[in-house]
């Protein structure tokens, strides 16, 4: 596109220019003042802008452009914004101000010199809709990039836990499954697929996992987690997820935890029925896996999903549950469910919350709880998906 034929005319005394008369005022000494919001500029930015949020400007424009007779150039995501600033700006005595016509966008489009935010054009682009959130923001997705997620089971919980953790932009994801992928999964185990039966469920979900998001690392381990694996496993990450499918799994994970001093999302489904909760050892007053469990319970009390069944799409209501409580307690923000256990009934289409208290007597993080080592408990029964 030509620049200069495709200008828009404007009068010497007109509120806004076009880009092309912006760039040349610009390199003439004209102050270019980009209004948007800092996370949008984290996209990029015209070169040499300032950046300044149009909300900001009656308390910091003093700051930024000391000289009222100065001209300011005020330029926007698409030229909108832009014109409230420069009213803003001539109300403050900033007679020689105006807005940039078409924004950013056509600044763009027309091939004028940029630069690059906070984040490559790629990120910036994948995670706008996180850039927008103040809780968010390009810290956040700055601290979700430099995360490290253990996520154990890559089946009914994991599935759908995984696929959210990686669209979301956490950096570093690991996955411990031993199982291969069976047609029978596939009615639940969304990140796997027909073709690759067969296949470790690892390998499966990393190839998915990448093609949605191919900037996350996935790693993957086709193991069993056992007392003597468990803390190689998990140990220099920021949060584990219980993807598990079996009450072991689970007292080894309680056991890691409470030792590291781990944050874990527990996750579990059962018929139409499941529960979320976070066991987190960071904080004193949070209870553990075990003040929920203090001992497994019996086969015939908790029958795995092959043996009582469980509705398809009732794993994937609870594995999203859970990847959203990891990124709340990745990003801190809101009120993780520590101390709450959040239960689930599909038939009846409710969610019911239960106060989980800290026993003292816990096997597992009571006062009289000692470590002495990492114990594997007979394979009971199922409860994961």
Request: aromatic fraction near 4%; glycine fraction near 10%.
């Amino acid at each position: 596109m030509n620049a200069v034929t495709n200008s828009v005319p404007f009068p010497p005394d007109a509120i806004e220019v076009d880009v092309v008369e912006a760039l040349r005022r610009q390199r003439a000494g004209a102050f270019l003042l980009d209004v948007r919001e800092d996370d949008e500029r984290a996209a990029g930015f015209a070169a040499a802008s300032v950046g300044l949020p149009r909300g900001a400007i009656e308390s910091r424009i003093a700051e930024v452009v000391p000289d009222r007779g100065r001209e300011i150039l005020a330029i926007c995501a698409s030229g909108r914004r832009s014109l409230l600033a420069v009213e803003t700006l001539r109300a403050l005595g900033y007679a020689n101000s105006r807005s940039v016509h078409g924004g950013f966008a056509r600044w763009k489009e027309e091939g004028l010199p940029v630069e690059q935010g906070e984040l490559d054009a790629d990120s910036a682009e994948r995670y706008a809709r996180h850039l927008v959130l103040p809780e968010v923001g390009v810290a956040g997705q700055r601290t979700l990039a430099r995360s490290r997620v253990a996520l154990i089971g890559a089946g009914g919980l994991g599935a759908p836990a995984s696929l959210y953790l990686v669209a979301a932009g956490v950096g570093h994801l690991t996955l411990v499954d031993d199982d291969r992928v069976e047609r029978s999964n596939l009615q639940r185990q969304v990140v796997h697929a027909d073709a690759r039966v067969g296949m470790h469920k690892t390998e499966s979900a990393r190839l998915a996992l990448n093609a949605l998001n191919p900037g996350v690392t996935v790693r993957t381990f086709e193991e069993r987690l056992r007392a003597e694996n468990v803390e190689r496993l998990v140990r220099d990450h920021d949060v584990v997820v219980d993807g598990a499918d079996n009450f072991p799994t689970r007292y080894l994970l309680s056991a890691a935890s409470q030792r590291l001093g781990l944050p874990l999302v527990y996750g579990a489904v059962h018929r139409f029925s499941g529960q979320v909760s976070v066991f987190d050892p960071r904080r004193a007053d949070s209870p553990c896996y075990r003040c929920l469990f203090p001992q497994p319970p019996s086969a015939a009390e908790a029958p795995n999903c092959s043996e009582a069944g469980v509705l398809g799409v009732l794993p994937g209501i609870v594995g999203l549950l859970q990847a959203s409580e990891t990124l709340k307690l990745l990003l801190g923000i809101g009120q993780p469910l520590v101390g709450r256990l959040l239960c689930h009934d599909a038939l009846a289409g409710t969610f019911r919350e239960l106060r989980l208290r800290r026993d003292p007597d816990c096997p597992g993080c009571g006062a009289d709880a000692r470590f002495t080592g990492y114990e594997d408990v007979a394979q009971i029964c199922s409860t994961g998906g």
